[in-house]
């Protein structure tokens, strides 16, 4: 029985196993019921690991999402970065280009008032010595441009052409040691030679120490070195000193003070006068007048009192003359040592006395009361 | 204790060539397999075709050449599976547990080791499961269930192809002598 058994064991086991499960298949389907205890079992040993599944697959999906959004907003930053640098750039452009043609409309108003013929040229490059002053601009011998001409802005000299090729010229700078030039001052028409000193001061030789030359006085081309023609403003006096046989005279070229980005090369130069009064580099804004009707807004004058008069000195003259008349005083005719006019008498009283010598009534007391202040004029 | 020396003696050569395996495995690898069927198609429902609980009780029972090993085997896994199912338990518990019985007879008699063989015994025992189950279904639950040879032979053979990748890997798991 034994040796049969263990010679059908397989088959036995399968055969119990799949008949345990057809019972319990069976009892499930007759009673309608589910065995939940197996159920409970195999959802309890599952359900945790998937869980545990679930949220690290969801950890992994938020770390890598997080991580694909952080990537992408790095790289949009980046872009935004890169766009706004781009936008700097624009705008550093766009205002380097406005500049440009503003200085390039007031080298065109210039040129328009200006009897000389002239051409606009853009500096294009600086020269390689150490010490020189030049500068190469954009308009050669094709343009017009030869060795000697004049290179000026609206503000004043530049310097002047030394070689000419044929898309570009050499423009040696007013600062540099070897320029020279014929200059002349404006308020005492005094000639000198005006040199550059390598720096941004220039120098007017050959001034005689007895010649007078004030600090601030501006000079002009003279006209004299038949490079430029006279009436260009070279700059004003900073320093004006005796020396041993000539005045130590230094200006600051006015032609280089706001930079050097566009000159005028004189093609054809006419010489101008110089001018007498002193030059404005830059219009003033001067107030409108009142309108003819604010004055009536000011304070009432005092009866009897005279209108307003110009100025203080027209003002202290007025006063001085009521207090003469009032004293029987003329100016300028009393003898040395006579009495003077009582100064301190109020002007009102002065006038009163001037109209009525006699004693005022007593009702008209009231109206010698001094008047309102008129308002003094700007 | 004679008579367990003598059944020992008196079994062939090959069913001493029995295969042992990590006990972790033994119980990771059947569970892996349940949870992989119940959460892996939940977001790719391409793998709905994997039968990977059937894939396993075939790779276990064919390994161990042990028929009431694999019985139990392919019982434990099958009344899991129905455990999670919405089908009365026993189902795949009375399909699952010839699968392991047959598959655990064929280990003993074929050398399982070859790929051809494990891929036609992935086809065979695929088919035979789904066959078992829509009788099992039609007899006892009264269920008219659709039954499609040529998908069931098509679905067959690509897990027979996820077998033969499934089986090298498990392959890993068995001790060294």
């Given at each position: ?8 064991r ?32 195999a959802?309890?040993a599952?359900?945790p ?30 872009e ?77 000299i ?62 002009f081309?003279?006209?004299d070195?038949g ?24 200006l ?23 001018p ?7 219009e ?15 304070a ?11 100025t ?36 009102e009283?002065?006038?009163?006395k ?7 009534p007593?009702?008209a ?8 202040q ?5 | ?19 042992r ?51 139990f085997?392919g ?59 829509w ?20 679905v ?18 068995k001790?060294?002598?």
């Amino acid at each position: 029985m034994d040796s049969l058994f263990n010679r059908y064991r397989n088959v036995t086991v399968l055969l119990l196993v799949i008949f345990a499960q057809l019972i319990l298949l069976a009892y499930q389907v007759k009673s309608n019921q589910d065995v939940r205890l197996i159920r409970v079992w195999a959802v309890t040993a599952v359900t945790p690991l998937a869980r545990v599944i679930e949220g690290v697959r969801s950890g992994t999906v938020r770390v890598v999402e997080n991580y694909v959004f952080l990537h992408n907003l790095r790289d949009e930053n980046r872009e935004l970065q890169k766009e706004l640098g781009r936008l700097k750039v624009q705008n550093q452009y766009l205002k380097s280009e406005l500049e440009t043609a503003d200085r390039v409309k007031a080298l065109s108003a210039f040129q328009a008032r200006s009897p000389s013929r002239m051409a606009a040229s853009r500096v294009i490059g600086t020269g390689t010595g150490a010490n020189s002053r030049v500068v190469f601009i954009d308009r050669g011998s094709r343009g017009g441009v030869l060795p000697g001409m004049a290179v000026i802005t609206p503000d004043g000299i530049v310097g002047k052409v030394t070689a000419a090729y044929p898309t570009a010229s050499q423009v040696l700078l007013i600062t540099d040691p070897n320029f020279a030039a014929g200059v002349i001052s404006q308020k005492h028409r005094v000639h000198g030679t005006v040199h550059g000193l390598g720096y941004s001061t220039c120098e007017v030789k050959y001034i005689q120490n007895e010649e007078q030359v004030e600090t601030g006085e501006r000079f002009f081309t003279s006209g004299d070195d038949g490079v430029f023609p006279k009436g260009l403003p070279v700059g004003a006096v900073t320093v004006a000193r005796p020396g041993d046989s000539f005045k130590q005279v230094f200006l600051a070229p006015s032609g280089l003070q706001s930079g050097l980005e566009e000159v005028l090369v004189v093609l054809e130069g006419v010489h101008q006068p110089i001018p007498e009064q002193p030059v404005s580099a830059s219009e003033m804004h001067l107030q409108p007048p009142p309108p003819p009707g604010a004055q009536e807004d000011e304070a009432p004058a005092a009866p009897g009192a005279k209108p307003n008069v110009g100025t203080e000195a027209d003002r202290l003259r007025e006063r001085y003359k009521n207090i003469g008349q009032a004293q029987g005083h003329k100016f300028g005719e009393g003898a040395p040592g006579s009495k003077p006019p009582d100064f301190n008498l109020k002007p009102e009283d002065a006038a009163a006395k001037a109209v009525k010598p006699a004693a005022p009534p007593p009702a008209a007391s009231e109206q010698s009361k001094p008047a309102p202040q008129p308002a003094r004029q700007p | 204790m004679r008579d367990s020396t003598d059944l020992r003696l008196i079994t062939s050569a090959r069913e001493t060539r029995v295969t042992r395996f990590r006990r972790w495995g033994l119980v990771a690898v059947p569970l892996g397999a349940i949870l992989f069927q119940v959460y892996i198609p939940r977001f790719f429902q391409f793998f709905q075709f994997l039968e990977m609980p059937l894939l396993v009780t075939v790779y276990f029972a064919l390994m161990r050449r042990d028929q009431i090993g694999g019985t139990f085997i392919g019982a434990s896994i099958g009344l899991v599976q129905d455990s999670l199912s919405h089908q009365p338990l026993g189902m795949f518990g009375i399909v699952k547990t010839l699968v392991g019985y047959f598959a655990a007879s064929v280990g003993m008699r074929f050398d399982v080791d070859h790929l051809a063989v494990r891929f036609l015994l992935g086809l065979f025992f695929y088919c035979f499961h789904q066959f078992l189950y829509w009788v099992l279904a039609r007899a006892l639950l009264g269920q008219q269930v659709p039954f499609d040879v040529q998908q069931m032979f098509f679905v067959g053979l690509l897990n027979a192809a996820v077998g033969i990748s499934l089986f090298h890997f498990l392959d890993k798991l068995k001790e060294r002598a």
